[in-house]
């Protein structure tokens, strides 16, 4: 006995053509029920949108763009895939952003040098906007975003360029909370291990930690030159801990990842145990942070609030690309405290 072959042939889509002609009106009629400022009757935009639930159609958004000028795309850009704390953003990103209509086009450079050719790729899709993360623009590829119509939001990394949208967490405060946590548990010879040189989050990061010791009477915090935001080149600045002509008892890291990485240096190559040699702070809060086998006390970013600014900018945006331009820092949670800091005391030094 043969077996039925099933017919897998899919439904025909529905057009506005097959709405219109259900609904015995115009497909201009049909059409306007769709934009929300376009003339039409209450009564008739209910009726028509009421049927095209009923029957399944959705309006086709390529066209739609066509009249309305709009795609409804957000590019986003990101060149630190590798730093935890961007694909978690991304994620929820993405989501608050599809939330209110948006769809995300997503482009990964794999360094700094490539960020402008992927801006390039996203304009040739007209994005209503650009999202920028963890990544600078030169001044070219900003001049096309504004020919494109396709404002710019920095997302925290901040640009230089003061017509850029920037929404990015207080990391000068961020810094001097770092250095208070560590100077009110008794700690008085510290160090900074840096990270990008020219990325705003370590440059004010590393700012308002110096100028907070300063201020409180310790001597200048030594700077350790990771030269990146990532595991590898925390561990790898071990070797510079290592030769300090004094050890700090307290250090503070760029992020999470590169004081991961940094303690793990320094237990593995130094033989030195955190806390108890020294106290280690990060930066960011991610995920892995939390984590038992690394327990990281850490300065929690407003992710929340960095995230509804930045979708509340990218409404503002899509309704009018005009805006002017703002720059939004937010206060830090505060420090976390977890396993890798301590008091200091007399007994235990």
């Not at 889509?13 to 929300?36: C, E, H, I, Q, W």
């Not at 990060?282 to 995230?307: C, K, N, Y």
Request: hydrophobic share 40%; with cysteine; charged share 25%.
């Amino acid at each position: 006995m043969k077996a039925k072959t099933l017919n897998r042939q899919s439904k025909p889509r529905v057009t506005v053509k097959d709405l219109a002609r259900d609904l015995g009106m115009s497909v201009s009629t049909v059409s306007r029920a769709f934009y929300a400022d376009a003339v039409i009757a209450p009564a008739t935009r209910e009726a028509v949108l009421a049927r095209a639930q009923e029957i399944g159609y959705k309006p086709n958004p390529f066209a739609q763009s066509l009249i309305t000028k709009k795609t409804q795309i957000v590019g986003m850009v990101v060149s630190d895939i590798n730093n935890p704390f961007y694909p978690e953003v991304m994620t929820r990103l993405t989501e608050d952003l599809q939330a209110i209509g948006m769809n995300v086009m997503l482009v990964a450079a794999s360094d700094s040098a490539k960020v402008d050719d992927a801006v390039r790729l996203l304009l040739s899709y007209q994005p209503d906007l650009v999202i920028i993360l963890a990544a600078s623009l030169s001044s070219e590829a900003m001049r096309e975003c504004r020919a494109a119509g396709s404002p710019c939001i920095f997302f925290n990394r901040l640009s230089l360029d003061p017509e850029c949208f920037g929404v990015s967490c207080d990391n000068r405060e961020g810094g001097r909370r770092a250095a208070d946590f560590l100077i009110d548990r008794n700690h008085r010879s510290l160090a900074y291990v840096s990270a990008f040189p020219d990325a705003s989050t370590n440059v004010e990061r590393k700012q308002g930690f110096v100028d907070r010791a300063k201020e409180r009477g310790l001597a200048e915090p030594v700077v350790i030159e990771a030269g990146r935001f990532s595991y590898e080149a925390g561990y790898a600045a071990a070797d510079a801990f290592a030769g300090l002509p004094a050890r700090p008892d307290g250090v503070f890291c760029a992020n999470d990842i590169l004081a991961i990485g940094f303690i793990e240096g320094v237990r593995e190559k130094l033989g030195l145990d955190v806390p108890r040699h020294l106290s280690v702070i990060g930066f960011d809060d991610i995920s892995m942070a939390h984590w038992p086998s690394h327990s990281l006390t850490t300065i929690r970013q407003p992710v929340d609030e960095m995230l509804a600014t930045t979708v509340e900018f990218a409404r503002a945006l899509a309704a009018n690309p005009e805006e002017k331009p703002v720059v939004r820092r937010i206060v830090p949670s505060g420090v976390i405290e977890r396993n890798t800091t301590r008091w200091r005391t007399e007994e235990t030094e």
